[in-house]
């Protein structure tokens, strides 16, 4: 039986991105966050090459980097350690973890799609962006 468009999930997502030398405007992608309202769901997966990064720049700093992509779980999952975001509502910690910003993790612009299943369209873009390029390197 054909699924109706309005059983499926609208989500937005965006790539977590590693920028080292931000001026240069190059990065990896480490990760993906996904989002979406009707459904109350916000997560982010996440990894971390170490050694493709550090191949990347010699002047990365792999903890800095970590603790930001702990800050980006503990902010989705609301954690009573992600301060004052983690206290927002979804869709405001959302809009904060993929405003623009000019640091060394960023977030590539918001694009949106309809799933039938929110964590496996998250495992699959996250291995499509994320873990595809690493495999084929």
Known sequence: MKQRMQDKHLFEYAVIRVVPLVEREEFINVGVILYSKKAHFLQ????????????????????EVEEHLGAFERICNGSA???????????????????????????????SGFCDDLEKALEKIHTQLVLKPIINK
Not at 44 to 63: M, N, P, Q, T, Y
Not at 84 to 102: C, E, H, V, Y
């Open 81 to 111: 350690n992600s301060g004052p975001i983690g206290k927002l509502d979804l869709a405001s910690r959302f809009r904060w973890l993929t405003a623009t910003r000019s640091t060394i993790v960023q977030t590539s612009k918001v694009h």
């Open 44 to 63: 982010c997966k996440h990894h971390l090459d170490k050694d493709r990064l550090a191949g990347f720049s010699s002047a990365i700093d792999l903890e």
